[in-house]
């Protein structure tokens, strides 16, 4: 059988747990080290089981990482019991719950660290089970929103009811986005157009469609406009001070920026067949223009996926460029498009290659398009070139070359799939236009995701904790039945009390929250020693770049380039350590509560995303500082002044010390106030606890007095039906895969 081409790899998410086991086994680190953000299992785990044998298993048992795999899931610690596991991933594999091409992938990066061809020649012919992707994350959907409705008939609280309805809610309005990016003439307006089955958008060598364009579905095809509002168009202005050519058209357009620019955002519904007008970059209102909603009734947008085409890596508004930024750092898959019959340019690299160092960013498509007019040799030679390419710039860069393991290639023509819808085409011209398998493709990475996991996961928790405070609750009331029923009233007094008790615990959390406080702000004080250090750092790479360049007859003036360079990278890892020693302090109180109150176990997410913003927004305002910009200008003057490696070492020593006596560090990163959203997630956790548990104590109060005497046991034989019912689906929700 021959092997499974790499367009057909689904999403794989176990590549850091690959490199973190390479590393344990050179480096045998400590028991310190943790196996974090795994799911219930992945293909990582099942290849570092698969890749163990009689040779090797003693060695793997010194590893932290695969004795913590062995005890997940539950496996002795002798080849016996490992062997019976590799049988279980094999029927597993069998049934089509993993990807064999993913796990064929696992094991070629374990190689280094295990003889894994005899396995990976065993799955090479193993035949599986093609899983639905896409229809095995609506079997459950369905299952978990029937329970949902289930919990809802059987619930008499209404905050509970409020919950289960806003967490149905949440769940069935779970958006995928997907983000089409590349440079001017990649073809992402045609490849649209295809997936569209119809010309909508522009097709020109010229950034023919300005605007970012998101495409969803709507039973009636339409376009929306959104124009900047004031203060994002201020901004548009300003940029205008130094684009000639900006400044010019926004003199043009003086009459529609009164009519469209407002304080808030303003939106116009248009025809489909007036979008060209407003999106094309011949037209200079597309100025104007924020971002423009296309709806559309195809198929492949029913499921909450939203298509996003960025105006491209050319666009010369700073505005256009950073919102197509945040978009595709919010991405849930990217596909960026390159033409067939143009080599990876510089820009393609920079984007790649920011992307494969993009933490958030665990997989991504390159599409060649425009393939009709390549033979099928040549565009294996155009993927053969970029993968080679990639990895020498990974290694120039001192970055891992496992990262080209996020990326996967599919050559495509739209062409030819329009040419099938126009009917000009038969459905072999279709099927070879490879549009078809890229929406399989598409599908089985979206509903195989991250993302589509922990949806689930997060839905089903929620359902979890709302049934076990229903059994309690339940149980609770039986309780005072009972009591009352035998004329035990000390009992329903006993149970009174036990919400005092527990309510003076809660409250002593606020006495907590404040040393929590303190800690994070205590966090703060390590940016000062983080500064001094980055900037020794920086010192002595710019004195050994200068020293290269005098030596090599080299222009001093890419040192500024290094200077700020550098000085980002190594701002942004002061403000990284003091954000995620933040995380785990939270983490820490987080868990708790959990464990000390019995507080619901909500998972404070961390939003990478979030603290990027965070971050450019901070070094901005680092960048801002008169104190650095006089530093900028003083480092200029020294490259310009071409001094003895001497003399510029010492005044660049001088300069740096200079700064830090007069910039505190600390002060600086506690105005960003970067331990507030920790706290602020906490504190309000708190409240919710003390918020909830007063209503538990107001709504028993309640129940008890209007018991009906008459017809206790009929209650309680209610109840317990009831109670039956909950467990059934706390048993249900435990088994729901």
Known sequence: MPKETNENSPHFEGLDLLKRLWKQHLLYLDSSSKLENHLDINEAECAIILSANDENYERFLKLEL?????????LRADIFSIQLAQLQILNTLKLGFFEKDQLLRALKLLKSIADTECVSAFLEHFKCEVQDKKQGFFTESKELESLC?????????????????????RFKNTEFNIVVAGIMNAGKSSLLNALLKTRILGVSNIPETANLTLLKYAQEP?????????????????????????????????????EFI?????SKDIKLNELSFYSSAKNPLSVLIQKIELFSELDFLKDNITIIDTPGLDDVFVQREQLSKDYLNNCDFLMYLMNASQSLSQKDSEFLLACLNNSRISRFLIIISKADLLTQNELDEVITYTQKSLKQRLKEQGLDEFLLEKIDFLSISSKQALEFYENKADKNTLMQSQIPRLETYLYQQIFSS?????????????LKLITDELIEKLERENKALQSKNLGLNDENVKLLSEFKTEAKKLESLKAELKEFKAELKANNLNANSSLKALFKRLENKLNDEFNYAKANSRALE????????????????????IY??????TEAFNEKLSLKYKAKNTEFLNDIQAFRKLASTAFTQFLALEL????????SNLIMLKNEAKDFKARLSSLFEDFLQAFDCAEFVGKLSLENEMFGFLQDKVNELVLAHKEKELEFKQRLEKLDTENLSLILEQNEAKKAKLIHIKESLNHAH
């Open 66 to 74: 695969f004795t913590q795999i062995l005890k997940k899931f539950h």
């Open 450 to 462: 991250t993302k589509s996991k922990l949806v689930l996961e997060s839905f089903k928790n929620e």
């Open 558 to 577: 890419a040192l500024e380039k290094i200077f700020l360079q550098n000085l980002e990278d190594g701002f942004n890892d002061i403000l990284r350590q």
């Open 149 to 169: 409705n289930e919990l809802l008939s059987l619930s008499d609280i209404p905050n509970l009811n409020q919950r289960l309805s806003n967490a149905l809610m």
């Open 628 to 635: 650095l910009r006089n530093v900028s200008r003083e480092f």
């Open 222 to 258: 339409k376009a929306k406009l959104y124009f900047w509002n004031k203060a994002e168009f201020e901004s548009l202005q300003k940029n205008a001070l130094y684009d000639k050519g900006l400044a010019e058209v926004l003199n043009e357009l003086k009459p529609q920026i009164k």
């Open 580 to 585: 995620f020693q933040n995380m785990k302090i």
């Open 262 to 266: 407002s304080d808030e955002s303003l």
